[in-house]
């Protein structure tokens, strides 16, 4: 990044706010060093970890504020009664352009009311949807929605596998990504209506990705497309059962070590290579979902993560701010003449 930005993060979200916040601004800092960053939170708690982190201080102004959003807030009453939070003040240094992009690993439901009452959506996109990256047999795919929108109709499908593609292409780096709509088969003739229409309609549009048609839960993980586009409802229960067989398989795999003498011996000699598998499987390389259809970068960090992870989801963010993921997506949707309903025009 040749450029300086600025990054607004809601310092006391997360389990264990705002340390881990603090701590990965510093990696983030070290990894990027054009970014600058805007912390919102208590200044007492903020101040002496930023002090504890070498070399952080000249890169970060703490904007005070003793109110947070709490895990288990509704998003209706944080809109009503929470504007001096962290949070919605993070959203809005956003709107007044003292920021680039806002990270928070708070309340999900919240995070994306404030952000979506304060900027309003993308022109052309009547719902936003939170995506994220899945590792896979070929390197990583692309999954939306994860849970902003429960129940979907084919209009917003279609508008997921625009940005869909686009969030592929822009954190990815994949020139012209394949995409699918998760189905219950491969079959034309499987799903509901609107996953039909959807396939319909995506078959007609002339964007770089190349649309496969439906695809299966197990095809996932092997990578047999870039970008899953679903419904919100599925979509998360797609990535807490696959958060859940990580950490299953891992489970098993320590397991087995500690079986007997000679399983610890073997351990010594197959450390290197399930030093690799734990990296390749680590959850903090691909932590951070975007808020795409937002007219504004917002990026969720998982609540649990550690310091190394919070700085991958401030990744995330400069990358959509650095290739221009939210003017690529405008531009899509502009030159596809989809309407508000998701049909082409």
């Not at 979506?116 to 795919?141: D, H, K, V, Y």
């Not at 692309?142 to 129940?151: K, T, W």
């Not at 919100?232 to 087995?256: C, D, M, Q």
Request: with cysteine; aromatic share 8%.
């Amino acid at each position: 990044m040749s450029e300086s930005v600025t990054i607004a993060l809601d310092a006391m979200g997360g389990d264990n706010a705002p340390h881990i916040v603090v701590a990965g601004a510093n990696i983030a800092r070290r990894r990027f060093p054009n970014v600058r960053f805007l912390l919102f939170g208590d200044r007492e708690e903020i101040e002496p970890r930023v002090a504890k982190q070498r070399g952080l201080a000249e890169f970060v102004e703490i904007h005070h504020t003793a109110e947070q959003v709490a895990a288990d807030d509704k998003p209706s009453q944080v809109l009503r009664n929470g504007r001096t939070t962290s949070m919605w003040l993070a959203i809005d240094s956003v709107k007044h352009g003292n920021s680039s992009g806002v990270v928070s690993a708070g309340n999900t439901g919240a995070l994306m009311a404030m952000a979506m009452f304060q900027w309003r959506n993308l022109p052309g996109i009547n719902r936003p949807a939170i995506a994220s990256f899945f590792p896979t047999l070929r390197g990583e795919t692309v999954m939306l929605d994860l849970g902003a929108n429960i129940a979907c109709d084919a209009s917003n499908l279609v508008q997921f596998a625009v940005m869909g593609e686009v969030y592929a292409r822009t954190i990815l780096g994949i020139e012209d990504p394949t995409l699918g709509l998760l189905n219950v088969g491969e079959e034309d003739t499987k799903g509901n209506e609107a996953l039909k229409t959807a396939a319909d309609t995506i078959r007609g549009l002339d964007f770089p990705g190349e649309f496969v048609g439906f695809v299966e839960g197990d095809d996932i993980p092997t990578g047999a497309v870039d970008v899953v586009v679903t419904d919100g409802f599925t979509g998360n229960v797609a990535l807490k059962t696959a958060e859940g067989t990580a950490k299953l398989i891992n489970g098993f795999v320590r397991e087995a070590f500690r079986n007997s003498f000679w399983a610890k011996i073997g351990y010594v000699f197959a450390k290197h290579s399930l030093d690799k598998l734990r990296s390749r499987s680590d959850p903090r390389r691909y932590n951070g979902a975007m808020f795409l259809g937002l007219n504004g970068i917002c990026v969720k960090s998982h609540g649990g993560t550690d310091a190394v992870g919070f700085a991958t989801a401030i990744g995330v963010a400069l990358d959509m701010i650095e290739y221009g993921g939210n003017e690529l997506i405008a531009e899509q949707i502009a030159r596809l003449n989809l309407d508000e309903a998701g049909g082409a025009t």
